[in-house]
């Protein structure tokens, strides 16, 4: 198993006290498999996506990514988990703006050591984006925009990749290219997927399916 959730439970504290989010939720995600996670809006889909990157900490049960537990782990750890394992892709791109689209695919590699430029060129190519490599964020479309991301988390070979929403800012034929090179490129170097999507259409293209209602798995 890539990510295992055990029992997770988490609540946040507004005016009245502590609101539950998430009430025992468990499920697996192995090496090379696509999960969907759908839910009404506020069921605590991004929750899950926070926790399961160290991002956010769970009050109870287990979270385990690579078999280690996030609970043994001080920031610097789960930092590091994330530099080395996990690769995040949101809705809003955040690509760095100073950077070109080179060095932005290229950056958390980087940061993780995992510089392969064989492989990055291999993600350049099936993304499209070799006339794109020396310029900015700022000259790129949104869909050039989300395909650097993608090939910025897939650059140091992550166990675990972890999508919110990302196609939500696209226009439906860009969104479904965008989509399917993700599929594609996930397919081929391995890693595991869990996407958060409100699209019934996005998450029949996964390998499963998991919904929350009222903070638990239905």
Not at 104 to 115: D, E, H, K, M, P
């Amino acid at each position: 198993m890539v990510l295992e959730f055990e029992g997770v439970e988490k609540s946040f504290r507004d005016s009245e006290g502590l609101v539950p989010v998430l009430r025992g939720v468990s499920f697996g995600l192995k090496a090379g498999e696509t999960l969907a996670l759908t839910g009404e809006s506020g069921s605590g889909k991004s929750t899950v996506l926070h926790i399961a990157a160290g991002l956010e900490a769970a009050d109870a049960g287990a979270v385990r990514v690579s078999g280690q537990d996030m609970a043994q782990m001080d920031d610097a750890a789960r930092a590091g988990l994330r530099r080395t394992d996990i690769a995040l892709v949101f809705q809003q791109f955040n690509l760095i703006p100073s950077l070109t689209v080179a060095d932005n695919i290229t950056f958390q590699a980087a940061l993780s050591g995992r510089v392969d430029k064989t492989h990055v060129d291999g993600l350049v190519e099936a993304l499209g984006l070799g006339p794109q490599m020396r310029k900015y964020p700022e000259a790129l479309s949104g869909g050039q925009q989300q395909r650097v991301a993608i090939a910025r988390a897939l650059a140091a070979r992550p166990r675990l990749m972890l999508a919110d929403e990302p196609t939500g800012n696209l226009d439906e034929a860009t969104a479904e290219d965008v989509l399917a090179q993700m599929l594609k490129l996930v397919a081929q170097t391995g890693a595991a997927l869990l996407m958060v999507t409100h699209s019934p259409a996005i998450a029949a293209r996964m390998d499963r399916e998991i919904h929350l209602s009222g903070g638990q798995l239905t």
